[in-house]
C-alpha cells in the first residue's frame, strides 16, 4: 500500500487479496497443500497424553507399612464403661468369662495380620522397584528419545528452510 | 473486604490480560460505591472471605472445579462476566452449571455472549471494554527490557499476549511463523506474553518451538506492567489468535497505544471501519501467515492501521461500557 493510497485502504480488499495468495501459493507448490494439517497433527502429538512418573509417596508407603507391623491386637482395648447401673461390673464379668475364647480370636487376627503385613511388605517392594527403575529409566529414556526427536525434526526444518535469505 | 461490597473473583491474573485489567477497572468503579476487592484465584483453591452481604463478580475462567467450589457454595449473590469460551467445552459445561446459581451474566463480546445465552443465561446482556483505552501509554516503559530488545532483537517485532491455555490458539502462530519463514521468507520475530497458567499447553508450546527451530519465537511469560510497556514501545503489531479470551480489551489496548492489530473478525466488535486487519474466523495458519508477512514488509500499512486503531480507541467511552458492568451489580445487591 503506497504512502498517498493508505488513506484508502480498504482492509478487506486486501484481506481478499492475501486469501489469494495463500490459494496460489498452494496451486503452484510453493506451499504445501497439507502443511496446516501437519501443524495441527505435529502439535496434537506434542499435548498428547505423557506418561506420568510414579506418585511421590515412598516415604510415606513405608510409615504406613510400619506402623502396621507394629499394630497389636489386645483384650487391653475393651472399656466395659457402661450408662445403665450395675453395666460396667455386667461387662467386666463377661469379658472374664470369654477371655479364653477372645484371646484365641485375637491371637489367629494377630497371626493373620502378621501374613498380611508380609504380603504386602513384598508388595511393596516390588512396586517400590518397579517405580524407581520406571522414573530414574523408563521416562529418562523416553525424554532422551524425544529430545533426540526434537533434534532432527529441528535439523530438518533447517534444511527445508534453506539458507538464510536464499 | 471487612464491611459488605463487591468482591471481583479472577483467574491467573496478570497486566497483560484484559480480562484482569477490566477487574482493576472496575475495582475502582464499584470502589465508588463502597468497599471493593479483586481476588484472584490461582490453580489452587485458596480461601475466599465472603459474607452473604456482598456482591461476586465472577470472571468466569477455566479453572479446576476445585478452586471455585467455596465461590459456588456461598450465597452472595453473584454476576457472571464472560470473557469467551471459544470451543472450551469444560468451559461451556462451567458456564451451564453456573447458570442454575445465578440468572445475571455480562457477555464482554458478541461470541461470548451468544455463548451466555446458549449456556441457559436468557437475559444476558452485553458489556463493552470498560478500559481506559490509553492506559498502556501512562506505564513507564522498563528500561532494561526496553535495551534488551533493541541489543537482542534484529527485525520487526509482534507481539501474542496470553493468558497461554488450551483454546487459546498460540500454537496457530507458531505455526504461521513457521510457514512465514520457511515459505514466505519473512524475516520477524514473534514474542507470546502472558501468564501460563496450564503448565501442560505451555510445554507442548515451548516444544513446537524448539522442533519446528523457530529461534525467531519466544515465550517469554508473565510479564510486569512496565516490561508490557516496553515490548508495546519496540512492537510493529499485535496478533490475536482466536480464543485467547477477552480480545476485545487486548484488541482496544493495542489501539489505544498505537499498535496495528491482526485479529479475527469475531474476536472483537473493534474490526469494524479497516481499524484491524481482520482474518475470517475460518483463518488458518497459512492466512495468518500471510498477514503477518504483509505487516511486517508493508509500513504505509503499519502506519494506517496504528492511525485507524488510534481513532477508534480516542472514541472509546470506557465509562458509558462501564455502565452494564455497574448495573448488573445493582439488579442482583
Known amino acids: 500500500v503506497p504512502d498517498d493510497e493508505s488513506a484508502s485502504l480498504d482492509v478487506d480488499a486486501l484481506m481478499n487479496e492475501l486469501r489469494a495468495r495463500v490459494e496460489r501459493r498452494r496451486a503452484e507448490g510453493a506451499t504445501p497443500a497439507d502443511v496446516e494439517l501437519s501443524l495441527e497433527r505435529h502439535f496434537a502429538r506434542l499435548t498428547g497424553d505423557r506418561p506420568e512418573a510414579s506418585p511421590p509417596v515412598h516415604r510415606e508407603l513405608d510409615e504406613a507399612r510400619r506402623d502396621l507391623a507394629r499394630y497389636e491386637f489386645t483384650r487391653a482395648a475393651f472399656d466395659p464403661s457402661s450408662s445403665v447401673p450395675g453395666g460396667r461390673l455386667a461387662h467386666q464379668l463377661v469379658e472374664k468369662a470369654v477371655a479364653r475364647q477372645t484371646q484365641y480370636v485375637l491371637d489367629q487376627v494377630q497371626a493373620y495380620a502378621r501374613e498380611v503385613d508380609r504380603v504386602i511388605d513384598l508388595l511393596s517392594r516390588i512396586v517400590t522397584t518397579l517405580a524407581s527403575q520406571y522414573d530414574t529409566r523408563v521416562l529418562q529414556q523416553l525424554d532422551d528419545l524425544q529430545d533426540g526427536m526434537a533434534e532432527l525434526r529441528a535439523s530438518m526444518n533447517e534444511l527445508r528452510r534453506g539458507p538464510a535469505g536464499a | ?333
Open chain 2, 1 to 333: 473486604v471487612t464491611q459488605p461490597g463487591v468482591i471481583q473473583i479472577v483467574a491467573d491474573a496478570t497486566p497483560a490480560d484484559a480480562a484482569t485489567a477490566l477487574a482493576l477497572e472496575l475495582r475502582d468503579l464499584y470502589g465508588m460505591a463502597g468497599q471493593s476487592a479483586v481476588h484472584v484465584i490461582d490453580r489452587a483453591p485458596g480461601v475466599l472471605r465472603v459474607s452473604a452481604a456482598d456482591v461476586i463478580v465472577y470472571h468466569v475462567a477455566p479453572v479446576p472445579e476445585r478452586c471455585v467450589d467455596q465461590l459456588a457454595g456461598t450465597s452472595a449473590p453473584i454476576v457472571v462476566v464472560h470473557h469467551g469460551a471459544h470451543g472450551d467445552r469444560a468451559l461451556l459445561e462451567q458456564l451451564t452449571e453456573w447458570s442454575t446459581r445465578t440468572r445475571t451474566a455480562i457477555g464482554t463480546s458478541t461470541a461470548a455472549l451468544a455463548e451466555l445465552r446458549a449456556a441457559g443465561f436468557d437475559a444476558a446482556r452485553r458489556g463493552a471494554a470498560a478500559l481506559d483505552a490509553r492506559r498502556w501509554r501512562a506505564i513507564e516503559p522498563d528500561p532494561a527490557t526496553r535495551h534488551h530488545l533493541g541489543v537482542a532483537l534484529d527485525g520487526p517485532i509482534l507481539l501474542a499476549i496470553g493468558p497461554f491455555r488450551t483454546q487459546c490458539g498460540m500454537e496457530r502462530l507458531v505455526g504461521a511463523m513457521h510457514i512465514a519463514q520457511t515459505y514466505l521468507r519473512a524475516s520477524c520475530h514473534l514474542v507470546l506474553l502472558g501468564a501460563e497458567p496450564d503448565a501442560a499447553y505451555v510445554r507442548a508450546l515451548r516444544e513446537q518451538i524448539r522442533e519446528l527451530n523457530l529461534p525467531s519465537v519466544h515465550a517469554v511469560g508473565a510479564v510486569t506492567a512496565g516490561e508490557l510497556r516496553a515490548y508495546v514501545d519496540g512492537a510493529c503489531g499485535l496478533v490475536v489468535p482466536d480464543g485467547a479470551g477477552a480480545e476485545a480489551g487486548r484488541v482496544l489496548d493495542a489501539m489505544g497505544a498505537g499498535l496495528p492489530v491482526v485479529a479475527r473478525r469475531s474476536s472483537s466488535d473493534l474490526a469494524r471501519d479497516g481499524a484491524l486487519l481482520a482474518l475470517p474466523d475460518d483463518a488458518g495458519a497459512d492466512l495468518y501467515a500471510e498477514a503477518i508477512t504483509e505487516l511486517v514488509s508493508n509500513a504505509p500499512l503499519r502506519r494506517e492501521l496504528a492511525r485507524r486503531g488510534d481513532a477508534r480507541a480516542a472514541v472509546h467511552d470506557a465509562k458509558a461500557a462501564a455502565a452494564a458492568y455497574l448495573t448488573a451489580v445493582l439488579e442482583v445487591a
